[in-house]
């Protein structure tokens, strides 16, 4: 992965955390931007897996905020499936 592309995914963690804690301030509105914008970038790159499932959690976070729980239950299974495949046990317990 070269250097442009390693920086556009951390662009995409970025932005996925601040939506995160948009969320924690109850500015959804602002957090769903901040979200769509990591995916925006995490596709227009590289597509690293651990990055995704690093969108997905938060995504997730986002997604049960809203109650919608089955959605977020199966995000969250998606980027443990991530988690899995990559032998990260941290963040499959996390």
Known sequence: M????AATDLQ???YAFLGNA???ASDL????????EAWRLHSDRTG???EKAHILSLDASYIRTMG????????LK???EIYMAA???HFQGR
Not at 2 to 5: L, P, R, S, T, V
Not at 68 to 75: C, L, N, R
Request: a negative charge; aromatic letters at 2%.
């Open 2 to 5: 070269g250097g442009e592309e």
């Open 12 to 14: 995409a963690g970025a």
């Open 22 to 24: 948009r969320r924690l």
């Open 29 to 36: 509105q602002g957090a769903r931007v901040a979200i769509n």
């Open 48 to 50: 690293d897996p651990l």
């Open 68 to 75: 919608e729980f089955e959605t977020a239950e199966s995000t």
């Open 78 to 80: 998606e980027a443990l």
């Open 87 to 89: 032998g990260d046990l």
